[in-house]
């Protein structure tokens, strides 16, 4: 039973680590590879978001098995944080985005001409 937690704790361990690593590595050569196709790019940026989330909460899962060794406490401490870090990007990402520039459009016939009573 030892030996399967000690696998399973290494399992979780370079899960978290692949986890991060590959979808990173992914995603930049996305953006070198595409560096006009925006659409194209933020369908690989959701791809790579996807394999970090399923890798990240298989080795949150391995981890969790594998709590009582040192390398599940620690895939399951790397993982858990990865996949907050991941949640808290995406709902800050997929928020609206707030407007902070005003277009005033004037008419030019409607403009004032003389003094403005201003109080």
């Given at each position: ?31 070198i ?33 594998a ?23 995406s ?29």
């Amino acid at each position: 039973m030892q030996a399967e937690n000690e696998s399973l704790g290494r399992a979780s361990l370079s899960s978290a680590i692949i986890g991060v690593a590959l979808p990173a590595t992914l995603a930049i050569v996305a953006t070198i590879a595409l560096p006009h196709d925006e659409r194209l790019k933020e369908r690989s940026y959701a791809l790579c978001l996807l394999m970090l989330l399923a890798l990240e909460i298989i080795a949150v899962a391995c981890g969790f098995q594998a709590r009582h060794t040192l390398t599940g406490r620690a895939g399951l401490i790397v993982s858990a944080s990865f996949v907050t870090l991941a949640l808290i990007w995406s709902a800050i990402s997929i928020a609206p985005e707030a407007q902070t520039t005003a277009v005033i459009h004037v008419d030019k016939d409607r403009i004032p001409v003389g003094p403005v009573n201003r109080k």
